[in-house]
């Protein structure tokens, strides 16, 4: 395919990688063999076919593709290929890319069935045991699995798969060729809602094989319910139903020799069965009522009958006629005489006349069919009701049919039921011409495209033969059963000889040559089917087409109480005059009924083979698969399929699909379809042999080309839903951004008008502020008015502000802030507030000590302050209390003061009155007098009362002169002293004295009293350093150092 060049992906990546993949695939297919016939090299070859088959069977690859056909062989044994996860793999993944599989049919049709909803059938086929009904099975499971579901659908889908084990039980048995060979034919619609969800579904059936209840061949059994009730049937439920556990109890039963089947475990199976019936809403009453019936064609099989002395039949199982009265609730004598009786209306006049054995026991076996017959059919419309879509009409439901219906079989003896299921698949197989081979080519010419044509055998003449009017086997059956006279199955063969004598596909004994005649017998009649050669036995035909049942039998049952026997016998059928369609016609009529609905649907085939008749695994019996290969068609649909056209689709639909995969057609395209189709299909690079145009059609020749083009299309759609995601998410982000920007905008502009009116507010509060401030200036010197008081008050605010941050410190800080002129008073008082309480404070904090220092020292301030040079030196000198301590002063002398405490004592240097020698003296202060001491003597002592003064001199000497009073000869007159600390002994002396006032600060000269009246004088000058000396005059000369204080 031209494909690989053909980048059917221009506008992303992944076609390579699939294609890939596609082919890796191809390379492990040949290792066992092709997975699609299509492939096949030698597609002509029956051989190569059949040896393909049996490479993949050996592999256990039981399914092969013809195109879209799918071919499966029944592998006889179980394959791990149909879990949960295989279903996954299968899920909406194109066909090419998986191996072929039930599955991948199953996936296509629900996806045709969504995608174009369209109705699907899936057409299974195949002869009996060749695994067709196993196969829709496993499809149902498939959708079971696979559909969306939802609670209501969970249960559909439980009564859809719910409703099989319920219907093989009662339509299903074991024959020679199949242990569950379907004995009725069933086409069921699954219907899908518009999710997809199988909401409801519908069963047909056809022709149930009656006779089976009452005759079974060699190594057959009668349906499985009978068996599954007799072995798991509950003691009680058997009781009350009459029946015995042993099946060999049952003359119904044992006709085959085979009750007990070791493939098969009825007492499982019926457990299933039982709950299956819940599943799909039988009530217990109503299972009860079908159990009866059920038991009651059992103990029909057992009433038995004598003749009486006339030779008419008597029934001598009274027993089973008493059981049977209470199971199908009729009266038991009523039945009884129904059973042995047989009613006609003659010209409006019932006649009625006894049976013999043997029509007594046709009698009852007929009954057992019917009763049989009719309960099946009413239990498929008890499983339509309850799988019935509830909501019919205002949603619309798309279907997918599978018909499974029995497959071909052939017999030793084969007999009206093999007539009709042998037609039954002539039929299907007409369909399939018809609608794969046939009308391929002629929509091939209708669309005018070059068609070679394949040679296929066309069995519609077996149909004809079967089913034409007048001419047909059917017609002619049905004649001999209405002629009036004695039409027997012999006459019926011989009309068939005179009818259809010329027909190529019919042969009797008679009409056979010599060598085949041998394998004839005289009542039979071979028909040359499409699968194969089938020789009928007409015996039985006429009764079994007939279908006849007494009129009083029928009487009996239209009376009977029991719900679904009063339901399956309509009292209408006895008074209606019409003779009722036989069973030939009815079967043909349902059969054209079943082709119109099959062809108004998009049909999938699988096509079932059987390996083996031994029903065994891995057994690949070639002779018996080349027949059913050639019967079925296969090799004829591969030639079709090669020869042809793999796909078509109308340019429309075509288009719409894949216009994506190019940007001229992309998104829309104006043109006619079919052009754009062309432009679409160069664009992808198909090559001229690949495909060819129709007139309303493209026609894709390779499956390949148009699974690597849907391919393309996955990818494509993977990369469009990006690209919508992306403009998607573009544009909403874009409207939200939009939003917030729009919000955001009103908030800056409503933010913004805020803050302009708040700094507008501030302006005008600030010029007005500027305003009042200026102006306040201005006025400042006015008396408070409106103009100024702003003004005013944030000058005093702000003084007092000021003032609050510089305090002054300490008394000596005499800082002050200046204040405004409106403010100086208050300004002076504050200060003096403040002054007062920083002195009360630091008042409050002086020591006893310090303040008597601080008195002495304003008492020394107050004697020398301006008046003694070296005063300024002693200020901050502080006055000590003594500058002698007791052990510094002799202990006679303390002893001789006895208790007289010294207040202050210090060195001294004496000078001597007359000679002013210098000596060395200490000088004590007590309470009362100033005494000198030299060493232990009491030299000197003056009581204040007798200081009379003390003198100094202005200058920086240290010298000083107590004066005495001289009156007072005891005194030895003014005493001249010098002390270090001259200020300090001084004034301690003029306080302890209480002379303060009597301190004479002397400028010059000072005169003492030097005793007896006589008096000295010392004279003071300043010099440059001290010096003591007696001057020639005979005064003291002093010279004081000049201190560069003063
Ligand atoms: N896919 C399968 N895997 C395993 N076993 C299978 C498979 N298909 C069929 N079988 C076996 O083959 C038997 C017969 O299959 P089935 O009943 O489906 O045949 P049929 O075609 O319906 O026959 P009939 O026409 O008689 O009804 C099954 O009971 C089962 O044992
Ligand atoms: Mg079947």
Redesign the pocket.
């Known amino acids: 395919c031209g494909l690989g060049e053909l980048q059917i992906n221009p506008w992303g990546a992944g076609a390579n990688g699939i294609r890939l993949t596609m082919e890796s695939a191809l390379t492990a297919r040949d290792r066992v063999g092709v997975q699609d016939f299509v492939l096949l090299e030698n597609f002509t070859s029956e051989a190569a076919f059949i040896e393909n088959l049996r490479k993949r069977f050996k592999e256990n690859l ?1 399914y092969t593709y013809i195109g879209s056909v799918l071919v ?1 062989v ?6 791990e290929i149909y879990s949960k996860q295989n279903m996954e793999r299968y899920r909406g993944v194109s066909f090419y890319e998986v191996s072929p599989h039930l599955y991948a049919i199953a996936d296509n049709s629900y996806r045709s069935l969504r995608t174009e909803r369209k109705d699907q059938c899936i057409l299974i086929s ?10 829709t099975k ?1 499809i149902l499971q498939y959708y079971a699995v696979t559909c969306p579901a939802s609670q209501q659908v969970e249960t559909v889908k439980d009564r859809l798969l719910q409703s099989n084990p319920v219907l093989e039980a009662f339509g ?1 048995a074991k ?1 020679l ?6 004995r009725f034919g069933k086409y069921m619609d699954v219907q899908f809602d518009y999710r997809g969800a199988p909401v409801g579904g519908h069963i047909l059936n056809y022709l149930l094989e009656k006779s089976r209840v009452v005759h079974q061949n060699h190594g057959e059994r009668n349906f499985h319910i009978f068996y599954q009730l007799l072995e798991g049937g509950e003691e009680d439920l058997l009781r009350r139903l009459g029946l015995e556990k042993n099946p060999q109890q049952y003359h119904y039963l044992v006709k085959g020799h085979c009750a007990r089947v070791s493939s098969i475990n009825d007492k499982n199976d019926w457990k299933i069965v039982r709950r299956a019936l819940s599943v799909i809403s039988f009530k217990d009453n109503e299972v009860e009522d079908l159990l009866s019936i059920v038991a009651s064609v059992l103990h029909l099989g057992n009433v038995q009958f004598a003749a009486d002395e006339q030779g008419n039949a008597q029934v001598t199982t009274e027993n089973q006629i008493k059981y049977l009265a209470r199971l199908l609730a009729v009266e038991g004598s009523v039945l009884r005489d129904a059973l042995i009786h047989k009613k006609i209306i003659a010209k409006g006049e019932e006649l009625i006349s006894p049976l013999n054995l043997e029509q007594a026991a046709y009698a009852r076996d007929a009954l057992a069919k019917a009763i049989y017959g009719r309960t099946f059919s009413w239990l498929v419309n008890k499983v339509n009701k309850s799988l019935a879509y509830e909501f019919p009409g205002w949603r619309s439901t798309t279907v997918l049919g599978l018909l ?1 219906i ?2 071909f ?1 052939v017999f030793q003896h084969n007999s009206f039921e093999q007539f009709c299921i042998n037609y039954c698949n002539e039929k299907l197989q007409q369909l399939f011409i018809e609608l794969t081979l046939k009308s391929e080519q002629e929509e091939y010419e209708a669309e005018g495209i070059a068609w070679e044509p394949v040679q296929y055998f066309n069995n519609k003449i077996i149909c004809d033969l079967v089913e034409e009017k007048f001419k047909g086997i059917i017609s002619i059956l049905d004649e001999e059963c209405l002629r009036p006279g004695d039409a027997t199955d012999t006459t019926f063969l011989e009309k068939l000889e005179e009818t259809v004598k010329n027909h190529p596909h019919f042969l009797t004994h008679k009409l056979a040559d010599q060598k085949t005649r041998k394998s004839l017998g005289r009542e039979e009649f071979r028909l040359l089917h499409y699968a194969g050669e089938v020789t009928y036995s007409v015996a039985g035909f006429l009764d079994k087409n007939n279908d006849l049942l007494f009129r009083n039998l029928k009487e009996t049952m239209c009376n009977s109480e029991n719900p679904i026997i009063n339901q399956c016998f309509d009292r209408t059928e006895l008074t209606d005059k019409k003779r009722p369609e036989t069973a030939a016609t009815q079967f043909k009529n349902s059969l054209s009924k079943l082709m119109e609905i099959l062809m108004s649907k998009e049909p999938s085939y699988i096509r ?1 083979i059987k390996p083996n008749d031994a ?1 065994q695994a891995d057994r690949f019996d070639e002779v018996l698969i080349r027949h059913q290969v050639k019967y079925l068609g296969l090799m004829e649909n591969l030639r079709v399929r090669r020869a042809g056209f793999a796909y078509r689709r109308k340019y429309e639909v075509f288009l719409q699909r894949y216009k994506s995969l190019c940007p001229e057609t992309w998104p829309t395209w104006d043109g006619r379809p079919h052009d754009g189709v062309a432009v679409l299909v160069k664009h992808l690079g198909y090559k001229q042999e690949e495909y060819k145009m129709g007139r309303t059609k493209i026609f894709i020749r390779f499956p390949k080309t148009l699974f690597a083009t849907e391919d393309a299309l996955e990818v494509r759609k993977q990369s469009l839903a990006t690209k919508m995601q992306a403009t998607w998410r573009g544009f909403y982000r874009r409207k939200k951004f939009l939003h917030m920007k729009h919000s955001a905008i009103a908030i800056q502009s409503w933010w913004r008008g805020t803050l302009g009116r708040r700094k507008a507010a501030k302006r005008k509060w600030a010029v007005e502020t500027i305003r009042r401030f200026i102006k306040g200036f201005i006025y400042r010197n006015h008396p408070r008015c409106p103009e100024n008081e702003y003004f005013l008050d944030y000058i005093r605010f702000s003084f007092l502000m000021n003032l609050k941050r510089n305090l002054p410190k300490n008394v000596l800080d005499k800082s002050w802030p200046t204040p405004p002129p409106s403010l100086s008073e208050a300004s002076q008082l504050l200060r003096q507030l403040c002054m007062q309480n920083m002195v009360w404070t630091y008042c409050k904090r002086i020591s006893p000590e310090w303040k008597q220092q601080l008195e002495q020292k304003v008492i020394a301030s107050e004697i020398f302050k301006g008046k003694k040079d070296n005063y300024p030196q002693s200020v901050p000198r502080l006055f000590i209390n003594t500058r002698l301590g007791n052990e510094e002063i002799n202990a006679k002398v303390l002893q001789a003061l006895d208790n007289e405490a010294i207040k202050y004592a210090v060195p001294v240097v004496k000078y001597d009155r007359k000679g002013y020698k210098a000596r060395a003296r200490q000088l004590l202060l007590t309470q009362n007098a100033a005494i000198i001491i030299e060493e232990s003597k009491i030299k000197q002592r003056i009581d204040y009362g007798n200081l009379t003064g003390i003198s100094v001199s202005s200058l920086s000497d240290n010298l000083f002169v107590l004066h005495v009073h001289c009156e007072d000869n005891k005194q030895k007159g003014d005493v001249v002293l010098q002390s270090d600390h001259v200020i300090e002994t001084l004034t301690k002396t003029a306080m302890q004295a209480g002379k303060v006032n009597n301190v004479n600060i002397n400028q010059g000269s000072i005169k003492f009293t030097v005793g007896q009246g006589k008096e000295g004088i010392i004279d003071f000058i300043s010099g440059s350093e001290l010096l003591i000396a007696k001057a020639k005059n005979g005064h003291l000369t002093v010279v004081a150092p000049r201190l560069n204080s003063r």
């Not at 029944?74 to 394959?79: A, F, S, T």
């Not at 060729?177 to 379907?182: K, L, P, W």
């Open positions: 039981i499966s029944n592998p006889y044994k179980e394959l195949g002869e009996s045991g060749a695994g067709k009904t196993e196969a496993k299903n024959t060729r199949n242990d569950n060979s379907s499974d029995y497959g079989e079932c029903k």
